[in-house]
Nanobody
């Protein structure tokens, strides 16, 4: 069955970097778009980035700082996060989407990112 497992979240200082991984099983990456979402305490979940084939999309607040990429051999999608800010603190989830314009269907369990000094 479709399964997504996120990893890489941890405590990091402002200005630091992290790379999150989303390991997929039960399907190959060419079948779905993959989106990264995040949910901060007391806030709604928001889409952060999405990759579909060779196209990538980002929410304005992370443009120029975050990069989404995929490795079809490892069947894994990454989110490289640079210049992290305290407001990036959230649980980060990856999810499958039919395309980046469609709602998410299958979700991972999430990984906590905390940006704090």
């Amino acid at each position: 069955q479709v399964q997504l497992v996120e990893s890489g979240g941890e405590l990091v200082q402002p200005g630091g970097s992290l790379r999150l991984s989303c390991a997929a099983s039960g399907f190959t990456l060419d079948l779905y778009a993959i989106g990264w979402f995040r949910q901060a305490p007391g806030k709604e979940r928001e889409g952060v980035a999405c990759i579909s084939g060779g196209s990538t999309y980002y929410v304005d607040s992370v443009k120029g700082r975050f990069t989404i990429s995929g490795d079809n051999v490892k069947n894994t999608v990454y989110l490289q996060m640079n210049s992290l800010k305290p407001e990036d603190t959230a649980v980060y989830y990856c999810a499958t989407r039919k395309t980046c314009n469609y709602p998410a269907k299958y979700w991972g369990q999430g990984t906590q990112v905390t940006v704090s000094s």
